[in-house]
């Protein structure tokens, strides 16, 4: 099967290739396509924001297309920032400012208890679409912890390692990561249900 990653961003595709690609799967990605658009992310939920964008691409294309949404839940926080995570300080944020926003909005809290969030969407048709789901747990520090990653990832405690995702190797963050739980997810779906 191929399928079309809605995504430029090389790690993912390289995350995503190293779960599909010994099931038969063949990603192409828009570079390859010569293709490119914006999808607006309108939606309240990373489901809705996963399936718009993967429809968005079957629509364009009429391939089977998969696409994901993912970001921060802190349980003090009502669930936020959520589908926000990458804005949370304003459209122009960096990743410094969203730090620093979501320490100042935890000051003195004392359950820090959060989980990073990812859904895939795989769209075949418009009729026809497959999500899944990936967590990690964690907690967040009161302050930053290491210099690998991105996002959140200084601020993510990983309980059962004692590491932040920061302080991690790509392949020891991978490896737990929710992305990689969604895919895992999604590849036993297609299997469960003989598409692959
Ligand atoms: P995206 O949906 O993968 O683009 O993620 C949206 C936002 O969620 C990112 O800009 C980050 O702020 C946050 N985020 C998602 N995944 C991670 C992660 O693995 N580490 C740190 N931050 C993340």
Redesign the pocket.
């Known amino acids: 099967m191929k399928l079309l990653v809605a995504t430029s961003n090389p790690g993912k595709i390289r995350e995503i290739s190293e779960i599909l690609g010994s099931c038969g799967i063949t990603l192409v990605s828009p570079d390859e396509k010569g293709l490119a658009f914006d999808v607006e992310e309108g939606g309240t939920t990373f489901a809705e924001n996963a399936t718009i964008k993967a429809l968005a691409w079957n629509r364009a294309t009429g391939m089977p297309c998969l696409a ?5 839940c802190v349980d003090a926080l009502g669930g936020a920032p959520g589908v926000f ?2 804005r949370y300080a304003g459209h122009a944020a960096t ?1 410094a400012d ?1 730090n620093s926003l979501l320490l100042r909005n935890l000051e003195g809290v004392e359950d820090r208890t959060a989980r ?1 969030v ?1 859904v895939m969407a795989l769209a075949f048709s418009p009729e026809d679409i497959l999500t899944t789901t990936g967590q990690c747990e964690g907690v967040i520090l009161t302050g930053p912890r290491g210099e690998q ?5 200084s601020l ?1 405690l990983d309980p059962g390692s004692g590491k932040s ?1 920061a302080q991690m190797t790509p392949e020891e ?1 991978n490896a737990r ?3 990689r739980r969604a895919l895992m997810a999604l590849r036993d779906l297609l299997k469960s249900t003989g598409r692959i």
């Open positions: 994901d949404d993912s970001g921060l995570s990458a990743d969203n990073f990812c990653g991105f996002g959140y990832d993510f995702f963050k990561s929710h992305r």
